[in-house]
T-cell receptor, first 112, second 111 residues
């Protein structure tokens, strides 16, 4: 158990819908990272927040957005969902701006 | 374009064998290289390497980085069935923490 929690574990929804994935970092960690893992793309970095501020952006679609709240938990919002958005979404946390990252258990999103 | 390439993509060995997994990279503003083990769900952290030539060791696993030749290896000695997993190599670019992952090596250890 890494200490990073993610909810929900599974999410099934329809195309065109919007969902919110939630992540609570390990106690004391200020950085939160979001990743998408699909069968054909492997693990892809989406976005990083550090102490509430966006720090780095990766291959994140415009339909996706994220934020980190004052209590350091983070949410990833996915809108106008497409079949291709079906994937495992991982959150990871780290102590500093660039520190060892510990992954949460992931949220499996299925878009039908 | 930044990239991380792992080889082999898959490997089948028998218990007790020693395996070497490879990771090569081309990343601007390299900061560190990390190895993760992924079983059914989330990747779990194994090693972080920042300096060339210094071996990191944890039990039967060890890893080393060569920053001149831009590669790293992960060794597993006396493999066990519990070592069966996908091993991911990732390179951290600059100081943002952004990780660029390789495709992974799927290791299967047979009894």
């Amino acid at each position: 158990d890494s200490g990073v929690t993610q909810t929900p574990k599974h999410l099934i929804t329809a195309t065109g819908q919007r969902v919110t994935l939630r992540c609570s970092p390990r106690s004391g960690d200020l950085s939160v990272y979001w990743y998408q893992q699909s069968l054909d793309q492997g693990l892809q970095f989406l976005i990083q927040y550090y102490n509430g501020e966006e720090r780095a952006k990766g291959n994140i679609l415009e339909r996706f957005s994220a934020q980190q709240f004052p209590d350091l938990h983070s949410e990833l919002n996915l809108s106008s969902l497409e079949l291709g958005d079906s994937a495992l979404y991982f959150c990871a946390s780290g102590g500093g701006m660039a520190d060892t990252q510990y992954f949460g258990p992931g949220t499996r999103l299925t878009v039908l | 374009e930044d990239k991380v390439v792992q080889s082999p993509l898959s490997l089948v060995v028998h218990e007790g064998d020693t395996v070497t997994l490879n990771c090569s990279y081309e990343v601007t503003n390299f900061r560190s290289l990390l190895w993760y083990k992924q079983e059914k769900k989330a990747p779990t952290f194994l090693f972080m390497l920042t300096s060339s030539g210094i071996e990191k060791k944890s039990g039967r696993l060890s890893s080393i980085l060569d920053k001149k030749e831009l590669f790293s290896i992960l060794n597993i000695t006396a493999t066990q069935t519990g070592d069966s997993a996908i091993y991911l190599c990732a390179v951290e670019a600059s100081n943002t923490g952004k990780l660029i992952f390789g495709q992974g090596t799927t290791l299967q250890v047979k009894p």
